[in-house]
C-alpha cells in the first residue's frame, strides 16, 4: 500500500470537493442566510488541497488497485462527513448523528431523510441535499478521474473500485475521456428535465432541485408532499420517464451517440429492465383498477408507472402512499425496491444484470439435474460469462444478504417491528429511501435512535460502493499488500 499516493490523492480529491461547495453558497447569498455553513467547509478543504499543491501532489504517483480502493472508500467518507456541516453550522439540526445520515443519504443518493418539513428548511440547504445527490449519483470518484490525470494520478483504477458491476469497459481511449462523456451525457438528460419541468409549472428553483434528484435517482424533494405536491399529472409523467431513463447504464447512451443500436438492441440486462417494468406496471395498474383505488385506468396507470419507476431505479419520490395499496401491488413494489436497476446506472438496488446472471446460474443448474451430462455455458449479450464472473456475482448476492439480516437486526433491536427494520435496511442498501411500515413514503427516519440512524448510514456507504469495495477492506494484509 503506497501511503504517500494515498494522501496525496486524498488531497486533490479534497481540492476538487472544495468547489462543490460554491453553488450552495452563492444561493445562500442570494437568499440572504449567510456564508458560513458554506464558506467554512469550502475554506477548510480548500486548505487541504493547497496543502497537497504545496507538497506537489503533481508529482507522478504510482496507483494500483488497494490504492484505488483505499481512495474510494476515503473519498466518500471525506464527503459525507464534510457534508454534514452545512446541516450544522446552519442549524437545521443540533445533532451531530443526523446531519451524517442526511449528508450519507445525499451522497449516496439514498433520499431518506431526518426532516419531517422540509419546506421550513433554508433554500440554500435545499439545493445543498439535491447537489449531493447530484454529484453522488455519477460517482463523485468519475469526475475525479477526469481531473486526476492532469495531476499526475491515473485513474482506471478509481474507477474501476468505484463503478458497480463485474468489469468497467473503456468507451473511449482514455479513461478521462470516458468519465467527461458521462458527465457530459448526464449533464444533458439533466438540463432537458429541467426545461421540461418548468413547461409543466415549476419555477427553476425546484425544476434543478427534482432534476438533480431525479437524474441521480436520489428522492430529495422541496416539498414535504414530494412530487405529489404539484399535483400535476404532466410532471409525474416527466419525472417517471426520467427516473426510467436514469436507471439504463450509462454506457448504453454512450453506445447510442457513436451509433451501435445494434448493440444497445442485444442488451441482455437492458431487456430485462424493461420487460421488469413493464410487468410490474401491469400488475400494479391491474391491481389498483380491480381494487378502485383509483377513479379510472389512466390514472391507476399513472400512479402504478410513478412507484413502480421510483422504486425499481431507487429513486424514492412519491405521489401516493402505497403502503395502503391491495397487498399484490405491495408486494410487486418490494421487489422492485430490492432488485433495482442496471450495472452503470445511477440506481441502487441488486441490479437487474445480477439478477439475469443469476437467474441464468439457477436454470443452468435445474437442467443440469435433469440432464446431467448436458453442457449449458451461460450468456449475456452473447458473450459467455466465465467462472470467475459467476462466483463474484454469487458471492455478492451472499454478501448483500449478510449484510442485509445484520442491518436488519440492529434496527429491530431498537424496537421497531420486522416490516419496518427489514425495508429500512433494503431502502438505504438499495439506496431507495422510502420503504414500508414506520418508514413509508409519508414518513422518515427521524425516530430511530442514534446507533441505527449511524448503522444505516455506513449501510448506505456499502450499498453504494457495491458491497465488494468495501469488504475487500477487511481481508487481512490486503492494504499491505501481504
Not at 39 to 50: C, K, M, Y
Not at 192 to 207: I, K, N, P, R, S
Not at 307 to 330: E, K, M, N
Request: glycine share 10%.
Amino acid at each position: 500500500m503506497n501511503i504517500q499516493s494515498l494522501i496525496r490523492s486524498t488531497m486533490a480529491v479534497c481540492a476538487g470537493l472544495a468547489l462543490v461547495y460554491l453553488p450552495p453558497l452563492a444561493v445562500a447569498l442570494v437568499s440572504n442566510e449567510g456564508w458560513i455553513a458554506f464558506g467554512l467547509p469550502f475554506a477548510a478543504l480548500a486548505l487541504i488541497g493547497l496543502a497537497g499543491l504545496v507538497i506537489g501532489f503533481k508529482s507522478r504517483v504510482p496507483l494500483g488497485p488497494r490504492e484505488g480502493v483505499a481512495i474510494v472508500v476515503v473519498t466518500w467518507v471525506v464527503a459525507c462527513v464534510s457534508g454534514a456541516f452545512p446541516f450544522l453550522i446552519s442549524g437545521v439540526t443540533t445533532s451531530v448523528t443526523d446531519a451524517l445520515f442526511e449528508s450519507a443519504s445525499g451522497f449516496t443518493t439514498t433520499g431518506s431523510t431526518i426532516f419531517a418539513d422540509v419546506e421550513s428548511l433554508p433554500r440554500s440547504i435545499l439545493f445543498w441535499r439535491s447537489l449531493t445527490h447530484w454529484l453522488g449519483g455519477m460517482g463523485i470518484l468519475v469526475l475525479a478521474v477526469a481531473i486526476l490525470p492532469a495531476l499526475g494520478i491515473g485513474g482506471f483504477q478509481l474507477l474501476r473500485a468505484e463503478a458497480p458491476g463485474p468489469d468497467v469497459e473503456r468507451l473511449a481511449p482514455r479513461i478521462a475521456h470516458t468519465a467527461r462523456a458521462f458527465w457530459g451525457i448526464y449533464a444533458g438528460l439533466t438540463a432537458v428535465e429541467v426545461a421540461l419541468l418548468m413547461l409543466g409549472g415549476m419555477d427553476l428553483f425546484d425544476a434543478v432541485n427534482h432534476s438533480f434528484a431525479t437524474l441521480a435517482t436520489g428522492g430529495f424533494s422541496t416539498r414535504n408532499a414530494s412530487i405529489a405536491a404539484y399535483q400535476s399529472p404532466f410532471i409525474e409523467w416527466v419525472v417517471s420517464a426520467f427516473m426510467i431513463l436514469s436507471g439504463v447504464n450509462f454506457a448504453l447512451y454512450y453506445r447510442a451517440l457513436i451509433r451501435e443500436f445494434r448493440r444497445i438492441a442485444n442488451d441482455t440486462e437492458l431487456k430485462t429492465y424493461v420487460g421488469f417494468l413493464v410487468i410490474s406496471v401491469t400488475i400494479v395498474t391491474l391491481a389498483l383498477i380491480v381494487s378502485r383505488t383509483y377513479a379510472d385506468v389512466g390514472e391507476s396507470l399513472r400512479y402504478a408507472t410513478f412507484q413502480v419507476a421510483t422504486l425499481t431505479t431507487s429513486t424514492g419520490f412519491a405521489t401516493a402512499d402505497y403502503v395502503v395499496w391491495p397487498g399484490i401491488a405491495r408486494g410487486v413494489l418490494f421487489l422492485a425496491l430490492l432488485i433495482g436497476g442496471c450495472v452503470g446506472s445511477t440506481s441502487g438496488g441488486v441490479k437487474m444484470l445480477h439478477v439475469a446472471t443469476l437467474g441464468k446460474i439457477v436454470g443452468r443448474q435445474v437442467l443440469q439435474l435433469a440432464h446431467p451430462r448436458a453442457v449449458v455455458t451461460i450468456k449475456i449479450n452473447k458473450t459467455p460469462v466465465n467462472q470467475r464472473t459467476e462466483s463474484s456475482i454469487v458471492g455478492f448476492f451472499v454478501l448483500y444478504l449478510f449484510v442485509v439480516a445484520l442491518s436488519t437486526l440492529v434496527v429491530a433491536s431498537s424496537g421497531t417491528d420486522l416490516e419496518t427494520a427489514l425495508t429500512a435496511t433494503l431502502a438505504v442498501i438499495g439506496n431507495v429511501g422510502p420503504g414500508f411500515g414506520q418508514v413509508g413514503p409519508t414518513l422518515n427516519f427521524a425516530f430511530l435512535p442514534d446507533y441505527v440512524k449511524l448503522t444505516l448510514s455506513a449501510v448506505m456507504l456499502i450499498g453504494r460502493l457495491e458491497i465488494y469495495t468495501v469488504a475487500v477492506l477487511f481481508i487481512p494484509g490486503y492494504l499491505r499488500g501481504w
